[in-house]
């Protein structure tokens, strides 16, 4: 029985030396993405947006192992940048992304929604918008765009609940009053025959 137990030992050594330097090697590998990483978003800061997509690209499509975290960050670099350079469809694209990984940011459904309102998919944005608001309803600007897109698409009813909500919270809601006094001008305008 001793000799099982020298053998257990032994073998136990080798598999925690194979665990260690496997452990050495994923540290070193977070080590360099992280590197990668902050020189994309430096490059990104500094509006150099071909340098910084290329290095998050290589982050995210290369042979290594990369975290959750730089992934989500990866991805949310790259629909900011997108956005910003009007690529729209690409940028819903890296926002989903995003949000697959991490949907826990009200900001990034927010700011996807933004981006789905520039495409002309209220219906999209309103998902979008519906679903931040379950993560954070005190973040004021998606509340209130999601009160300009009910009234977009012209469901009165849902309009009126986030609009109630809003004057509750904020009495002086520019949006909302805006909202209102256009459609109280709209009720007043007499319908033109010939």
């Not at 990668?36 to 990104?44: K, M, V």
């Not at 990866?74 to 690529?87: D, P, V």
Request: hydrophobic share 40%.
């Amino acid at each position: 029985m001793a000799s099982w137990v020298a053998l257990d030992v032994c073998g136990g050594d080798v598999r925690d030396n194979r665990l260690a330097q496997q452990r050495a090697t994923e540290e070193a590998q977070d080590a360099d993405n992280a590197v990668l990483y902050e020189q994309a978003l430096r490059c990104q800061q500094r509006q150099q947006s071909t340098q910084a997509k290329t290095g998050y690209l290589q982050l995210l499509k290369g042979d290594f192992r990369l975290s959750l975290r730089l992934q989500y960050l990866c991805y949310k670099n790259l629909a900011t940048m997108t956005f910003e350079a009007q690529l729209f469809e690409d940028a819903l694209e890296y926002f989903a992304s995003a949000l697959a990984l991490d949907a826990t940011d009200v900001v990034v459904w927010y700011q996807m929604a933004t981006t789905a309102v520039e495409t002309g998919k209220l219906w999209l944005a309103r998902r979008l918008l519906e679903e931040g608001l379950k993560v954070d309803a005190k973040y004021w600007p998606l509340v209130e765009t999601l009160a300009l897109v009910l009234h977009q698409v012209g469901d009165k009813n849902e309009y009126e609940h986030v609009a109630m909500y809003l004057r509750e919270q904020d009495p002086e809601c520019a949006s909302v009053h805006i909202i209102d006094k256009m459609t109280t001008l709209s009720k007043r305008r007499p319908c033109c025959h010939k």
